[in-house]
């Protein structure tokens, strides 16, 4: 299954990540711009989303810790 993240104004699927990726960095559309929200919100979403897909036994691996 694969699971899209996509904004909600223009559909578009990627994000402009921040510079600094803090938990309060703001993420962007990288379609139109939109504020989508916050660096911490986006990868709680990941984790969630993740976390309800696959089992912990797969391995998932990430950049940027998720912590599942």
Do not use: Y
């Amino acid at each position: 299954m694969t699971v899209h993240f996509m904004c909600p104004a223009c559909g578009g699927a990627s994000i402009v990540v921040p510079a600094v990726c803090v938990r309060e960095a703001e993420i962007a559309c990288g379609s139109c711009g939109k504020v989508l929200g916050t660096w911490g919100e986006f990868k709680e979403r990941a984790r969630q989303l993740i976390s309800t897909r696959v089992s912990c036994n797969e391995g998932v691996i990430s950049l940027d810790p998720l912590k599942i």
